[in-house]
């Protein structure tokens, strides 16, 4: 995937978080699911305070969106098939993908899913 659909990517689950607010480390986290890339995690986080979608203040990011998370009903869709979690790695024979405008993230495991979503 190139760089630019990574960051429009990690700036649509950084607009979508959950919580009021999180710590960087914890944004960090969330955008690794995105990419690895050390460099594109950091433009990810640059790219989403330059144009709005969080802001960022003493080691604490908040989204500026409010009432924009993901909805399981109707942003995560469940596919049958044989996926690895893009999260833990392991083999899964249910994948759930969350459904973005620029692109779909996934395939996650139940339990990873809730994680990534910051339901757990």
Known sequence: MPSDDRVAL???LLAHLEHAELSVKDAMDRIEIVTT???VQRE????????GVVEREDGTVRPTATGTFVSFE???VVKEGE???QRCGAGISEGHFVQ?????LGP?????????????
């Open 44 to 51: 990810i986080l640059t790219a989403a305070q330059r144009e």
């Open 10 to 12: 990690g700036l649509e």
């Open 83 to 85: 996926f690895d979690c």
């Open 108 to 120: 996650f495991g139940s339990t990873c899913i809730r994680k990534v979503l910051g339901r757990d």
């Open 100 to 104: 973005f405008d620029s692109d779909e």
């Open 37 to 39: 890339d050390p460099a």
């Open 74 to 76: 109707s942003d995560v």
